[in-house]
């Protein structure tokens, strides 16, 4: 059992998958190039995402993506969770698990899509707008008193595995997310998890 969890939001609690891949075929559009499909978005995702954005626009500034993405995400449909995963997180909560959110997202969009879960006072800390998480983690570890053997970082891309190895506490990779689980077990996370039955395995 782990008796703290920090979670990524998007392509893990938030099911937002298909709305990323309309918005940046809405981005390649922008800058001239061809849309890609939702499985070479999964396979060539990366976090930090400038990583994934400069492999097909070598020049793009952050500054640029950001402003385009600001512009594309308006009109997108309403987000939804993954099915089941409030009642899991609820579950956590009164197993008395402390969890943490670590996200990328801004909280104009993210705070609103908490309320709308059913999911306000899950979380004992969100840490938002994280676009590199390495500068946030340690401090959201220290600020919540978490030990390193009691805590596990839940994400569905590169970075939070990367970025959990790197401080020393465990891994779970979900395979419902923005990465393949062919790409995901590439980078040996502690837990690979596909259902969330196999979440409350770890977690509980």
């Known amino acids: 059992m782990f008796k703290n969890v920090i979670f990524d939001w998007s392509g893990v609690i938030n099911d937002s998958i298909e709305n990323h891949l309309l918005v940046v075929n809405k981005i390649f ?3 001239g190039a061809n849309e890609i499909s939702m499985e070479e978005l999964r396979e060539n995702w990366l976090q930090p995402y400038m990583l994934f954005y400069n492999k097909y626009f070598p020049d793009l500034t952050i500054e640029e993506e950001q402003a385009v993405y600001k512009e594309c995400i308006v009109n997108s449909p309403k987000s939804k969770p993954y ?3 409030a009642d899991v997180l609820k579950s956590f909560k009164i197993a008395e698990v ?3 959110i670590l996200s990328s ?3 104009e969009t993210l705070l609103p899509e908490m309320a709308d879960f059913g999911l306000d006072g899950v979380f004992t800390d ?3 707008d994280a676009y590199d998480k390495s500068k946030s983690i340690r401090g959201l570890i ?3 008193n978490f030990k390193a053997e009691e805590t596990i970082f839940i994400g569905d891309s590169n970075h939070e595995i990367e970025e959990g190895k790197r401080i020393g506490i465990k891994t779970g990779a979900v395979t419902w997310g923005y990465c393949t ?4 077990e590439s980078l ?9 039955e196999e979440l409350k395995s770890v977690i509980l």
């Open 29 to 31: 559009k922008r800058f």
């Open 83 to 85: 099915l089941g995963i």
């Open 98 to 100: 402390k969890m943490v």
């Open 105 to 107: 997202d801004s909280p």
């Open 126 to 128: 969100i840490v938002m």
């Open 142 to 144: 220290d600020r919540n």
């Open 181 to 184: 689980k062919t790409k995901l």
């Open 188 to 196: 040996n996370p502690d837990f690979v998890i596909d259902t969330l």
